[in-house]
């Protein structure tokens, strides 16, 4: 009956109404998805604090990477790092009132997030002794008990001996990669490019569609784009190449892939960071996390087109003989893996 219905001369009407009545089901599926996606993150997220404990975590964890990033620079400014050394000191405070435990408590001191902040306040102080310059915190009572503590160095910055690296084996070329803040000063060539993005599209991705793109950009573009983005200013002058990835978005089909670009995105690019390790190529993936007028701007400077959505830019160089970079020490496997 349907068939004939197709058949016959409304056929061609009733598959119209078909196309629209398929195309308004999913623009109503996209808004209740949305939507969904909207209440989720307000209520679980850490804008409004779901969970104060992980929020804390995630702010200390912030605010001690900052710290890092300011020490690893070529040129640290004295006495920088006022604010996130405010926040460490705030929110250590509200962490131990959560955990319920005394600040001298050995459990207090011996938490791993705890064990971070203190170490990288010691590093700190000591980078502010080297120079013999007095910093905002001398005189805290609260930054001078913690540093005061009994305490491994886990946080601050480490320096790394590219030569020592062994750059073919998957698991020291996993385990060796990091995030390069400081490159030499040339050029990378086209071709050591092409050896690790083709390295990287064995990436899977969902119905094989490899939707993600790539651009190297060089000379004014890089400047222009770097200039947009939030977390490159500090070490912007070291940065002379970037890739910008992005995903077309013509590839997702349905409202329920309204995440995927970012899922496949992030992937791939995880894989061009361990391909452009692999190759010997530093770099440093930069967020886009950006706000609407940073989106909007940079398809404005029409590198890239306003299908396709920007996942990350990743700073690239070729690595000095021995280069300083943020310990980004990592969690416990009891902090992630629950069985
Ligand atoms: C998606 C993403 C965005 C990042 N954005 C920045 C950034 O804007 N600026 C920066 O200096 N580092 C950035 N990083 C680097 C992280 O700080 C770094 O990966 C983390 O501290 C772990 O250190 P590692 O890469 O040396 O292992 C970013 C990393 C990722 C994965």
């Not at 209740?32 to 779901?50: A, M, P, Q, R, T």
């Not at 705890?114 to 930054?143: M, P, R, T, W």
Request: with cysteine.
């Amino acid at each position: 009956m349907k068939n004939q219905l197709m058949q016959s001369p409304f056929g061609p009407f009733l598959r119209a109404i078909k196309v629209r009545y398929i195309k308004i089901i999913m623009q109503l599926s996209l808004i209740k998805v949305f939507l969904y996606d909207y209440k989720k993150f307000k209520k679980y997220s850490g804008i409004n604090g779901f969970n104060r404990k992980n929020s804390l975590k995630a702010w200390l964890l912030f605010d001690i990477h900052r710290l890092e990033k300011g020490l690893v620079l070529k040129n640290t400014r004295p006495k920088f790092g006022k604010s996130p050394i405010l926040a460490i000191l705030n929110n250590l405070e509200k962490y131990r009132n959560i955990l319920g435990y005394g600040r001298n408590e050995p459990a207090f001191q011996n938490d791993e997030i705890v064990n971070y902040a203190i170490s990288i306040l010691k590093q700190y102080d000591c980078y502010h002794q080297s120079i013999g310059v007095l910093h905002y915190f001398n005189e805290n009572k609260l930054f001078c008990e913690y540093i005061s503590y009994e305490n491994q160095k886990i946080s601050g910055v480490k320096t790394i001996d590219i030569e020592e690296l062994d750059f073919d084996n998957f698991e020291t070329v996993v385990s060796t990669r990091f995030s390069c803040r400081e490159f030499k000063k040339c050029p990378v060539a086209n071709d050591d490019i092409t050896k690790a993005v083709q390295l990287a599209i064995s990436t899977p991705s969902v119905c094989n569609r490899q939707h993600w793109r790539v651009r190297f950009l060089q000379g004014k573009e890089c400047k222009d784009v770097l200039e947009l983005q939030n977390g490159n200013a500090p070490f912007r002058d070291e940065i002379e190449n970037i890739l910008v990835i992005t995903s077309d978005l013509g590839n997702l089909l349905t409202p329920y892939e309204r995440y995927q670009q970012y899922i496949d995105g992030g992937m791939f690019s995880m894989s061009i960071l361990n391909a452009l390790h692999h190759f010997k190529i530093g770099s440093c993936a930069l967020n886009w996390a950006s706000s609407l007028k940073q989106d909007i701007d940079i398809y404005n400077m029409k590198i890239i087109p306003r299908n396709e959505a920007v996942i990350m830019i990743v700073a690239i160089g070729y690595y000095e003989k021995t280069v300083n970079a943020t310990c980004s020490t990592r969690l416990g496997i009891d902090s992630i893996m629950y069985n």
